[in-house]
């Protein structure tokens, strides 16, 4: 029935829906409800609405919901708003010494607004000789907009609000040092101060009243001054300088305080004058996050509160289902898989937008059919307006994907392919969310690396995994390689390549079920042998896998390792999802629900965390993680975005799954003396 009700929805809302966008607005000094109401075209009842306290007055600085008002396509903005499309582009020549800030000063435009319109720029730097486009933006009124505080006028005009205070500049002192010493940063520091370029004795410096109760420890040997940059963690910090991270929590309790921010400056050892028998040596906690990746919790760094524009391109074919009656309706939907996907899928994506306006984040929705046809895809973007879209989820096939990505590569607008993970044609507006086979094989040959050296390791590999075999050839010097006879591996081959007295590591490259299976049977009966430690790993588990001569009992007794592009939901973490989506649709989410919810929960936060989706990816580092997929976009050579985060999974006897940590041998089956 779940099916039946939302094609009487879709069919219902024909092409698009809209939900209410709300705005959250500071009090200015002087203003009244009154006025704020005259400025957003509403009512001074909306207001009241959402904010019932307004009632008793309002304050300076306080924060007022605001529900958007439906504009008209002729209705003009608000004063001093900017139009959000440049109405016209300078060519600019990059110079020696130029950077992307310089340009933004030059230019009077965000960084953010370059890259947007120069793409490269998000995974390279600017060249000398390079000519990039510069936006130009119309202003609709000639009210200017207050500087950012993070530009110089900014911070003076913010620091001008406070009292400030003077400080003598002591022999040896350094900008960082002074910068520390008052809680600001040396940018900061440079703006208060800008006809200072070198520090000199006696100079006299304006700087801030939060002053540290550290004294100003100077530049020496043994320590330095850093400024800590944009999307640095401690953990790279550490590495970076050869300390724990405690360490450098010790030496600058601010950290601890406020934690790390960008800009800060550190007092770190110098590793210069370290010993390098003292550095700190990666431990297997460093080996898992190397594999595993920074996790990163978006909901920690909302922003933008503005409404997000979301369109779902969906093979839903409804010109093909006849309308005669309900029980028609429902052999129809089941005989489609297609459109059974899709519909999953979007059952998914509708919790996730619920979720968000939880956190205030607030979407209106267009829904297009695509019918599986890229000339469909075609006439949807030529005859409907996509000029206010965030981001575009979908479509689902390859075809229809590289339909919208090219079409909508003008526009900027980025679309997200939820399925696929097949070479699409590039185009710097597309996001493929499932890791390719590559990226897979590639994060197990990574682990196998960490954490196989000490091992015994035989590779059972068919003559076509050619490349792969020599791969770990070159990572495993002393491997042994176990070739398939007519698609069968004999037990007395791999009994030779064992060791009974070390950790055996069997590396399973193949299609092929025979052999697959062979391998499988043959190692079940070498772990008979109570002295036989075996594991089993592949750099690819395909169907033949689940063919029915292929036993999971047996492959748990192997503690199977394999790459995956989702994980078994942890119910502390999922359940609410789960249990919501049981109350709404009386069924357990399937995969594809799943998917459609972690997909638009992670466009969702990501659009909210920053000004746009392509500025969140460049500032965030690490991966997201929601019930049983994780997303870390990374650019590809050919242009557009691809998912590289991986699960590696063991299965275990019990059959149960788990992410792969190496301890198995240590906590569930120990060598015997």
């Not at 003598?168 to 200072?196: C, D, H, M, Q, S």
């Not at 330095?224 to 300088?241: G, I, N, S």
């Not at 070479?423 to 996001?431: C, T």
Request: proline fraction near 5%.
């Amino acid at each position: 029935m779940r099916y039946l009700f939302l094609i009487c929805f879709l069919c219902m809302t024909a092409i698009s829906a809209f939900s209410q966008g709300f705005d959250y607005h500071t009090v200015k000094k002087g203003e009244t409800v009154y006025s704020i109401s005259k400025d957003y075209n509403i009512s001074e009842e909306d207001i009241y609405k959402y904010n019932p306290d307004a009632k008793n007055g309002i304050e300076v600085s306080s924060k007022l919901v605001i529900p958007l008002a439906k504009k008209d396509k002729g209705m003009p903005a608000k004063i001093g708003e900017v139009s959000l499309k440049p109405v016209e582009f300078k060519e600019h020549k990059v110079k020696k010494k130029e950077t992307l800030f310089s340009l933004s000063q030059q230019y009077n435009v965000e960084i953010s607004d370059i890259k947007r319109y120069n793409k490269q720029l998000y995974s390279k730097e600017l060249q000398k000789g390079e000519v990039i486009r510069i936006p130009v933006f119309r202003k609709i009124d000639s009210i200017v907009a207050k500087p950012e505080n993070d530009s110089k006028e900014g911070i003076r005009k913010q620091y001008n609000q406070d009292k400030l205070r003077e400080h003598i500049v002591l022999p040896k002192e350094t900008k960082f040092g002074i910068a520390r010493k008052y809680g600001i940063t040396v940018k900061e520091l440079e703006a208060l101060n800008p006809t200072v370029d070198v520090l000199h004795p006696g100079l006299m410096l304006k700087v801030g009243t939060k002053v540290s109760p550290e004294p100003v420890v100077l530049l020496d040997d043994v320590f330095k001054y850093y400024e800590v940059k944009p999307k640095e963690t401690l953990f790279r910090l550490a590495k970076r300088f050869h300390v724990t991270q405690d360490s450098i929590i010790e030496l600058n309790p601010a950290v601890r305080q406020e934690g790390l921010k960008a800009g800060m400056v550190l007092k770190v050892p110098n590793p210069e004058e370290q010993d390098p028998a003292d550095w700190e040596t990666p431990s297997k906690s460093y080996a898992l996050e190397k594999i595993r990746g920074n996790k990163v919790n978006l909901k920690d760094s909302l922003s933008n509160f503005s409404p997000k524009r979301l369109a779902f391109m969906l093979p839903y074919n409804l010109n093909e289902i006849q309308i005669d009656s309900s029980a028609d309706y429902e052999k129809a939907i089941l005989d489609k898989r297609i459109l059974r996907i899709s519909l999953d899928f979007y059952t998914g994506a509708q919790m996730a937008i619920r979720d968000a306006e939880k956190l205030g984040i607030h979407t209106e929705i267009k829904q297009y059919d695509t019918r599986q046809n890229p000339q469909e895809v075609a006439n949807i973007i030529n005859t409907h307006s996509f000029n206010d879209v965030d981001a575009v989820i979908g479509p689902l096939l390859q075809s229809t994907t590289e339909a919208a990505a090219k079409r909508l590569k003008s526009k900027n607008i980025p679309v997200f392919t939820p399925l696929t993970n097949k070479e699409i044609k590039g185009n710097n507006n597309l996001f493929i969310s499932r890791p390719s086979e590559e990226v897979m094989a590639q994060q197990m040959l990574d682990y196998l690396k960490l954490f196989g050296q000490d091992k015994n390791i035989i590779v059972v590999a068919d003559s076509q995994n050619y490349d792969c075999k020599r791969k770990l050839g070159e990572i495993f010097p002393n491997a042994k390689f176990v070739e398939p006879s007519n698609a069968y591996v004999a037990e007395s081959k791999l009994s030779n390549a064992i060791i009974p007295t070390m950790q055996n590591w069997v590396v399973l490259i193949s299609e092929n079920v025979g052999t697959i299976s062979s391998t499988v049977a043959a190692l079940n009966r070498l772990l008979r042998d109570e002295v036989n430690n075996i594991t089993l790993f592949t750099t690819d588990k395909n169907a033949s896998y689940e063919n029915e001569s292929v036993a999971n009992s047996d492959l748990g007794n192997l503690y199977f390792h394999y790459p995956s592009i989702d994980k078994e939901y942890d119910p502390e973490i999922s359940d609410t999802f789960i249990n919501s989506y049981k109350d709404e649709y009386g069924v357990t989410p399937n995969q594809f629900a799943v998917r459609g919810y972690d997909l638009t929960m992670d466009v969702l936060l990501h659009l909210a965390s920053s000004e746009d989706i392509y500025t969140s990816f460049e500032n965030v580092n690490g991966y997201t993680e929601y019930n049983e997929n994780k997303f870390l976009y990374r650019p590809q050579p050919g242009g557009g975005f691809q998912n590289e985060a991986v699960y590696i999974l063991q299965m275990n006897p019990d059959l149960t799954l788990k992410q792969a940590d190496d301890s198995k041998s240590e906590i569930l089956r120990e060598f015997k003396d």
